[in-house]
C-alpha cells in the first residue's frame, strides 16, 4: 500500500542553523508533492509545491528538493528563526480530485 | 484570502449522540475535503466532495457521514458518535480546475466525546 514517512522525532536545531527535514514515500509514482506548514491547534497552512519533473524549488528562505529516483524529498529552511518552530507536513497526490495522502509530520523546533 | 470556516473549535458530547460538524468556504472552490487528525497518524481522508451533492468515500468512512447540498458548504455527520471518533477534524477545499492545486484548510474541530 502506498505509504508516506517523515521522521517522526522533533528537530532540534538552533537559531540561524539550517533545518532539514525528510519525506520519503513507497509504493507510489506521484506528480506533484506538497509541504504543508501547521502550529499547535490550527489547520495545515501550504507553503510549496514541487512536480515530479522538478528537481528543486525555492520560496525565500525554504527550499524543497524532489528524487523521484530515491523516492524522498527534503525540505529545508535557511537561516531558521524561532517563529519557524511547527510541524511540517509532506503531502502527495493521491487520485483524482487532487485528493492528497499526508505524512505524519515532523516537529520542528529552533532555539535561540 | 481563501477563508475556510468551520462551527466550532471545540466540541464535548456523549457516545450515542448524532454530532454535525460545518465547514463553509468562501471562494466557489469545487472540491472539499473532511479528516481527521490523531497523533502519530497525520491526517486521514474520511470523505470527499467535488461537487454540490456528490461524495466520494475517503481512507476511514466507517461511522461517518457527509452532506453537499450547497457548493460551499459541506457537513461531517457523526450518526452515533463513539469514544474512538475523539479526534481533530479538519476541513479543507481546492479550487478543482488544475492538478497540483493547494488545499486550503480551516481552524479544526476538536471534538471529545465521552
Known amino acids: 500500500s502506498q505509504k508516506i514517512e517523515q521522521n517522526s522525532e522533533a528537530l532540534n536545531i538552533q537559531e540561524g542553523k539550517t533545518a532539514t527535514l525528510t519525506c520519503n514515500y513507497t509504493?507510489?509514482?506521484?506528480?506533484?508533492l506538497q509541504w504543508y506548514r501547521q502550529d499547535p491547534g490550527r489547520g495545515p497552512v501550504f507553503l510549496l509545491l514541487?512536480?515530479?519533473?522538478?528537481k528543486e524549488k525555492r520560496k525565500e528562505r525554504l527550499k524543497v528538493t524532489f528524487d523521484t529516483t530515491l523516492k524522498q524529498s527534503l525540505f529545508h529552511i535557511t537561516a531558521s528563526q524561532p517563529a519557524d518552530s511547527a510541524t511540517y507536513l509532506c503531502?502527495?497526490?493521491?487520485?483524482?480530485?487532487?485528493?492528497?495522502?499526508f505524512g505524519a509530520g515532523t516537529r520542528l523546533a529552533v532555539h535561540p | 484570502d481563501v477563508k475556510v470556516t468551520q462551527s466550532s473549535r471545540y466540541l464535548v458530547k456523549r457516545t450515542g449522540e448524532k454530532v454535525f460538524l460545518e465547514c463553509v468556504q468562501d471562494?466557489?472552490?469545487?472540491?472539499m475535503f473532511w479528516y481527521r487528525q490523531d497523533p502519530g497518524l497525520g491526517l486521514r481522508l474520511i470523505y470527499f466532495?467535488?461537487?454540490?451533492?456528490?461524495?466520494e468515500k475517503g481512507d476511514i468512512p466507517e461511522g461517518y457521514s457527509v452532506s453537499r447540498e450547497k457548493k460551499e458548504r459541506f457537513s461531517l455527520i457523526l450518526e452515533s458518535a463513539s469514544t474512538n471518533q475523539t479526534s481533530m477534524y479538519l476541513c479543507?477545499?481546492?479550487?478543482?480546475?488544475?492538478?497540483?492545486?493547494?488545499?486550503?484548510f480551516g481552524p479544526g474541530t476538536r471534538l471529545l466525546v465521552l
Open positions: 479543507a477545499s481546492s479550487f478543482g480546475q488544475d492538478e497540483g492545486e493547494t488545499q486550503y
Open positions: 509504493n507510489y509514482s506521484p506528480a506533484y
Open positions: 514541487i512536480r515530479e519533473n522538478e
Open positions: 503531502a502527495l497526490l493521491s487520485g483524482g480530485y487532487n485528493k492528497l495522502i
Open positions: 471562494m466557489d472552490h469545487e472540491n
Open positions: 466532495s467535488y461537487d454540490v451533492k456528490m461524495k
